[in-house]
């Protein structure tokens, strides 16, 4: 498993510091702080955020009027072709995703019915390589995007809602393809709880971080690929 100082410079990030100047300079009206996972590879995140229209409003299953499926291969082929090329892993090609920012599994549960989870979604599709997707990928212990959808997914199951959002973080000279994604998740025991969060006058929420991610999280997931972890065959 690659320590974080690997990963900020497979990223080309010179310190945690950078890091977080990147993140905050990517959440607008927000000042966080950051925290190294050590066993996991990912960053807890506490500070202040504001409440905006990019919180999703996930709750129990919901019937899917419509489903859109346009896109745009080809953008999608060259976001994945860059950030190979950038990162200069050519030979792990098939490990390079079409990583969702808004997860395919959360379709039943969101309200905005028209949502489009195609793969070949620009707005929602960025080449993540593989174990920044899944989930403890071959038993590594690291934690991708997967482990904390999942975490949500049993939230709504046991009959909560849930205040959700993901966040791609760019570097200023290219938004072909994020560093990594920021989540935030909230769960609301009752409707009261969400509108009480929705109706703030302020529009923010102070976040400590919660160790057991029992009610909330906020973490960032670098979007490296652990060459520690993964092996490619090679071609006969």
């Known amino acids: 498993m690659l320590n974080e100082q690997d990963i900020l410079d497979q990223l080309n990030i010179k310190n945690n510091s950078e890091l977080c100047r ?9 000042n966080i702080t950051i925290k190294f996972k050590l ?9 202040t955020f504001c409440i905006d229209s990019e919180f999703w ?25 860059k950030l190979i090329k950038a990162r200069n892993l050519r030979r792990y090609n098939v490990l390079c995703h079409r990583g969702h920012l808004i997860a395919k599994q959360f379709e039943p549960y969101i ?15 960025y080449p993540q390589w ?39 973080i760019f570097e200023e000279d290219t938004k072909d393809y994020p560093i990594g994604n920021v989540i935030i998740a909230f769960k ?16 923010f929420i102070n976040y400590d971080f919660d160790e057991e991610d029992t009610n909330k999280f906020c973490v960032f997931i670098p979007n490296y ?3 520690d972890v993964v092996v490619v065959k090679k071609k006969k």
């Not at 066993?39 to 500070?47: A, L, V």
């Not at 309200?111 to 599709?125: G, R, V």
């Not at 609301?188 to 529009?203: G, V």
Request: proline fraction near 3%; charged fraction near 30%.
């Open 225 to 227: 690929l652990d060459t």
């Open 57 to 81: 409003k996930l709750k129990d299953t919901l019937p899917v009027k419509s489903r859109n499926t346009k896109g745009d291969k080809n953008k999608i082929k060259k976001r994945k072709y």
């Open 111 to 125: 309200e905005y019915y028209d949502f489009n989870f195609s793969k070949n979604n620009p707005d929602n599709i």
């Open 130 to 168: 593989i174990n920044a997707n899944l989930n403890n990928l071959k038993h590594s212990g690291i934690l991708g995007q997967a482990y904390f959808e999942d975490k949500v997914i049993n939230w709504l199951e046991q009959g909560d809602e849930v205040l959700y959002k993901v966040v791609p």
């Open 188 to 203: 609301c025991r009752n409707k009261e709880e969400i509108q009480n969060m929705e109706d703030s006058i302020e529009r």
């Open 39 to 47: 066993d996991h590879n990912y960053y807890r995140i506490s500070g």
């Open 22 to 30: 990147i993140l905050n300079d990517n959440l607008p009206n927000t």
